[in-house]
């Protein structure tokens, strides 16, 4: 692919992107659709989803941000839900679906029906969990949502290669499967392990921004490579990384923390983006070399699939809430809410993505023996009509569905008292430092800049109990919207200043630089101050 259609697509899916955000449908949602469209418009290159590039190249970063923006703490608290998603309900929908489709469709062999229902089989919760933040779902189903799409990719890339073995001639077990998941899953993790001390400290040692992010932006792809040269799972080993290193962030200087967050933010939008613009254009390629089926028989053949694929994960969902639920006073007493919405939700938030489709493409063109794989094409466009139907049914329903069952969402009353009571704590502990600081000579200051840090140190402390109150009578903000406001327009009066008298040749370039990057510290605290 040359630079100038690269370069299209990455401008083309983030305006797509940022037009979403005006609309009420999701971006991932408008990407594919307008995917879909574009890739029948002439002139349109023709973008091949190349899983060499996908799997190694694009999953990491993904992977990576979602981790790092996750809870260790909050997927230690979940791990039974997640666990059960991530590896059980992923292994029982490879061979589920699989068998269903070999028994649904005239001259699939299993092996070849098995791949299809590895490759169908990880739900990709990109999609979902924008949802679910945009429509305000409990914390613990977002929580869940996330932990399942953090590792069932390392499931389903495992079952995928098994199954794929058997197809090909290579011969495979159930002791095999077995040996191989374990080798997968205890390496990906162990890889991960030793990883994340030493990436770690050097991310603490660094005394240069750009350098530290640097290695960030290195991270995922070193810990993706090193597990799949030892035959391990790349997925897992950048998922403990990124916790780890998410975990600990608190320790990073802060300078790394403001860039590494837009960085990031950056690089998550552009992937997402793009690789749902990716999916919906290849519909030409998964048209293409149906052999023995007809499109009216492939399409109808799609359907089921999809019917398959949806009524599988609440056929699991249900029993693997409640079981554990019912068979564990322990459970019962931990987990008092069993109520029947989450694994409903949690079931219809089974949406397919990208990683699907990069897996389907990966399914080689011969068996060991030279002849074709078996219905190869039928299997690329059964993954495709999977993801896109999953994708425009469930990711468009769900928003609907969240607010028929009228669920319980996020208090964000309690969450403000809460985190008041928190920086209520933080600035007495902090005033009490500079109290004791202060006592020293060494640390005498100016009365005018005493002051001014006291006066920070109050305006921290009141800006979130602030946040409790009412709005202004005169112009409905709040307290911190005014100040917001008012910071704003007081910084744009300096900055103005600074590049006027660098107009009048009064200071050089370098030294409006200069200035201008202190207020843009100062205008980014003034916000965290509110915001955070």
Sequence with gaps: MGVLPLVGLIAASAAVAGAARRTPVPAPLLLVAVGLVASYVPGVPQYTLDPHIVLPLV?????HT???????????????????LSVGYVLFATVAVGWLAYELIPDLPLTAALVLGAVIAPP???????IARKVGLPARITT?????????DATAITAYKVALAAAVGEGASWAGGIREFLVAAVGGVGVGLVLMVPLHWLRTHLTEAVLQNTLSLLIPFVAYAAAEQVGASGVLAVVTVALYLGHRSWQVDFETRLQEAAVW?????????????????QLPFVLKDLGEYSVAEAFGYAVAVFVLVVVMRFVWSYPATYLPWCLSKRIRERERDSDWRRPLIVSWAGMRGVVSLAIAFSIP????????????NLVLFLTFTTVIGTLVVQGLSLPWLIRILKLPGRDAQAETLAEAQAQNAASQAAEERVDALMEDERNCLPEPLEDRLRTVLERRRNSVW?????????????????????????????????????????????????????????????????DD
């Design 59 to 63: 999953l990491p970063p993904l992977l």
């Design 66 to 84: 979602a981790a790092l923006d996750s809870s260790y703490l909050d997927l230690r608290a979940n791990v039974r839900p997640v666990a059960l």
């Design 124 to 130: 990709d919760a990109v999609a979902a969990t924008a």
């Design 144 to 152: 869940i949502l996330q932990g399942e799409s953090l590792v069932n």
């Design 265 to 281: 933010r950056v690089v998550a939008f552009i992937l997402e983006s793009a690789v749902f613009a990716l999916i919906g254009l």
């Design 365 to 376: 063109l011969f068996l060991d023996d030279g002849s074709p794989f078996p219905a190869r």
């Design 466 to 530: 602030e946040r409790l109150g009412h709005a202004n009578p005169v112009t409905g903000e709040s307290a911190d919207d005014t100040y917001r406001r008012l910071t704003r327009e007081a910084i744009a009066a300096e900055r103005e200043v600074f590049v006027r008298m660098r107009d009048e040749r009064r200071i050089d370039d370098e030294m409006m630089r200069t200035l201008l990057r202190k207020l843009d510290l100062e205008e980014a605290a003034a916000y965290r101050e509110v």
